[in-house]
Structures are given as structure tokens and as C-alpha cells.
């Protein structure tokens, strides 16, 4: 079965080179790609990847004209794994994710082969603090839930003109935690965090990839309640490992923190007004 990895780069060359590299040093498998998708970097570091990695077959680099963001930027890659690679599985992953591990591909068809997933996620061991960031617990239940969000999110980004954002996110929090009940949930109320996703033929048969409303943030989110809406199986897959540096191209492109925070807040509130006309519709 032929594998494509599909990696979204903007600008961050070196993260970008290091992530390639760690696949191409540590996957044990013959039948698989790599595709970089340049997602409209103006410093000419698309071009570079295409220098450093020319020699090897199973690397290609896309270019796009310009950012297309989070969702379309990943999705140009997955229509060129569909139509022309004709792939029969796709991970995603970002730039600042690294695989060590030698039979990543066989434990996923493995793994395939008892659970007959759509689309299902590794253990993603972060690189900053060792936590595992999968499975993500499910943030939104109802239009309520995204409502609330919407609201959140806009007072967020108008206080951080102010500089108070960080205020009302410690009291949030605060008190997000004296309400989080301490009783295990359902492993069906549970999301796959985005930082690396694996997608099998169920789904690429039947999709063309991300939603491809947003800009970025909140992918997980639509994933999950298109999974919902159309009755595919998400899964799981701690047995799959793979290590996150965690916020590598932002970190990179906001020096300021205070610019970074907002991105964060205006795109999350986009994607969350995207999810509510999912809903809706």
C-alpha cells in the first residue's frame, strides 16, 4: 500500500528540513512520498526545499501563489496524493512534527487492517513538556457550546488592543477547572488533535480533504462533527508515535507575542462562526 506524507511549510526552512529528513532517516518502508507544500512563502524557501531534497524520488515540493492558510494549504497536497500518487493512506502533519519511529507505516496498515478507520491519530508526544496531546477532549456539543466560543474569542481579540486579553483567559481558566468533572468520558467524545492526522482510503475516496472554509485553527473541530455528520469511524492509534516542537511556524512568524495572540483569537473566531454554519446547514 503506498503511504503519502504531506507537509505544510511556511517559511520556517530548517523546522521544515528537519521533519523531511527525520522521515526519510527513520521510516523503514519502501512504497511512500513526501510531499512539501510551500504555502506561499515570499522568502524563497520552497525553492530551497526543492534544492535540498531534488535527489531523492520520493520528495516532492508544491508551490502555492500565496498563503491559502491551514486547510487548503494541506489540501493541495491531498489532491495530488489522491489523483496522481493515488495513495491509499495520507498523513498530515506539520512542519514541527518528527517520526522516529522505524515501522510507522506497517503499524498503521496493521492497525488498519482490525479497526478499519477513516481517519485516526498517532500519539503525539510534545517535545516541550513530554505530555501526549491525543486524543484531544471534545470542545463543542452543540450550537450553545460554539456560541459561547464566538463570544469568547471576539472579547479576547478586542481586549487584546488593551492588553487585558491575558486577564480574562487566567479567569476563564480558573474556572474551566473548579467545573471540569473528574469522571472518565467516552472515548467517542474525544477529537484527534490536528498536529498529525492519518487518513485512510475510506475517507480519500470519499473526500477531497479538509474543510476548506478556514483559514486556521479549528480543523479538529469540523473534522470531528463532520465524522458526526456522515457516520465515518475516527480512531486512535497509540501504538503509531510521533514527536511535536509544538507552534514552530507561528512562533517564527509573530515575534510579538501580543500579534501572535490575536492571530490566534480572529481565526479561531472565524473557524468557529465556519462550524456554526456547518450546523446550521
Same mark, same amino acid.
Given at each position: 500500500?503506498?503511504?503519502?506524507?504531506?507537509?505544510?511549510?511556511?517559511?520556517?526552512?530548517?523546522?521544515?528540513?528537519?521533519?523531511?529528513? &527525520? $522521515?526519510?532517516?527513520?521510516?523503514?518502508?519502501? =512504497?511512500? *512520498?513526501?510531499?512539501?507544500?510551500?504555502?506561499?512563502? @515570499?522568502?524563497?524557501?520552497? /525553492?530551497?526545499?526543492?534544492?535540498?531534497?531534488?535527489?531523492?524520488?520520493?520528495?516532492?515540493?508544491?508551490?502555492?501563489?500565496?498563503?491559502?492558510?491551514?486547510?487548503?494549504?494541506?489540501?493541495?497536497?491531498? %489532491?495530488?496524493?489522491?489523483?496522481?500518487? #493515488?495513495?491509499?493512506?495520507?498523513?498530515?502533519?506539520?512542519?514541527?512534527?518528527?517520526?522516529?519511529?522505524?515501522?510507522?507505516? +506497517?503499524?498503521?496498515?496493521?492497525?488498519?487492517? +482490525?479497526? #478499519?478507520?477513516?481517519? &485516526?491519530?498517532?500519539? $503525539?508526544?510534545?517535545?516541550?513538556?513530554?505530555?501526549?496531546?491525543?486524543?484531544? #477532549?471534545?470542545?463543542?456539543?452543540?450550537?450553545?457550546?460554539?456560541?459561547?466560543?464566538?463570544?469568547?474569542?471576539?472579547?479576547?481579540?478586542?481586549?487584546?488592543?488593551?492588553?487585558?486579553?491575558?486577564?480574562?483567559?487566567?479567569?476563564?481558566?480558573?474556572?474551566?477547572?473548579?467545573? $471540569?468533572?473528574?469522571?472518565?468520558?467516552?472515548? !467517542?467524545? *474525544?477529537? @484527534?488533535?490536528?498536529?498529525?492526522? $492519518?487518513?485512510?482510503? +475510506?475517507?480519500?475516496?470519499?473526500?477531497?480533504?479538509?474543510?476548506? /472554509?478556514?483559514?486556521?485553527?479549528?480543523?479538529? =473541530?469540523?473534522? !470531528?462533527?463532520? &465524522?458526526?455528520?456522515?457516520?465515518?469511524?475516527?480512531?486512535?492509534?497509540?501504538?503509531?508515535?510521533?514527536?511535536?516542537?509544538?507552534?514552530?511556524?507561528?512562533?517564527?512568524?509573530?515575534?510579538? %507575542?501580543? +500579534? #501572535? /495572540?490575536?492571530?490566534?483569537?480572529?481565526?479561531? @473566531?472565524?473557524?468557529?462562526?465556519?462550524?456554526?454554519? @456547518?450546523? /446550521?446547514?
Amino acid at each position: 500500500m503506498k503511504i503519502v506524507f504531506i507537509i505544510l511549510h511556511y517559511k520556517s526552512l530548517n523546522v521544515t528540513k528537519k521533519s523531511v529528513e &527525520a $522521515i526519510l532517516k527513520n521510516v523503514n518502508y519502501q =512504497n511512500y *512520498y513526501i510531499l512539501i507544500v510551500d504555502n506561499g512563502s @515570499l522568502d524563497g524557501s520552497g /525553492r530551497e526545499l526543492h534544492k535540498i531534497f531534488k535527489m531523492y524520488s520520493a520528495v516532492k515540493v508544491l508551490v502555492s501563489k500565496k498563503n491559502l492558510g491551514f486547510a487548503r494549504g494541506n489540501n493541495i497536497g491531498f %489532491r495530488y496524493a489522491k489523483t496522481i500518487l #493515488k495513495a491509499d493512506f495520507i498523513v498530515l502533519m506539520n512542519n514541527d512534527v518528527f517520526i522516529k519511529q522505524k515501522n510507522f507505516c +506497517q503499524v498503521i496498515m496493521k492497525m488498519y487492517a +482490525q479497526k #478499519k478507520f477513516a481517519v &485516526a491519530g498517532p500519539d $503525539i508526544i510534545s517535545l516541550k513538556n513530554g505530555q501526549h496531546q491525543n486524543p484531544v #477532549k471534545r470542545e463543542y456539543y452543540s450550537k450553545g457550546d460554539i456560541l459561547f466560543r464566538i463570544i469568547r474569542f471576539g472579547l479576547l481579540w478586542l481586549l487584546s488592543f488593551f492588553h487585558t486579553d491575558q486577564i480574562m483567559q487566567k479567569i476563564y481558566v480558573k474556572i474551566k477547572k473548579n467545573r $471540569i468533572k473528574k469522571t472518565k468520558e467516552p472515548m !467517542r467524545d *474525544y477529537q @484527534l488533535h490536528g498536529s498529525c492526522m $492519518i487518513f485512510s482510503s +475510506q475517507f480519500i475516496e470519499n473526500y477531497h480533504g479538509l474543510c476548506s /472554509r478556514t483559514f486556521m485553527y479549528g480543523e479538529e =473541530n469540523i473534522l !470531528r462533527f463532520m &465524522a458526526d455528520r456522515d457516520s465515518f469511524t475516527m480512531k486512535y492509534l497509540p501504538q503509531v508515535k510521533v514527536y511535536h516542537i509544538e507552534e514552530g511556524t507561528t512562533t517564527d512568524i509573530f515575534k510579538k %507575542r501580543v +500579534q #501572535k /495572540r490575536r492571530f490566534y483569537y480572529r481565526n479561531n @473566531l472565524k473557524s468557529c462562526i465556519v462550524l456554526l454554519r @456547518l450546523m /446550521r446547514e
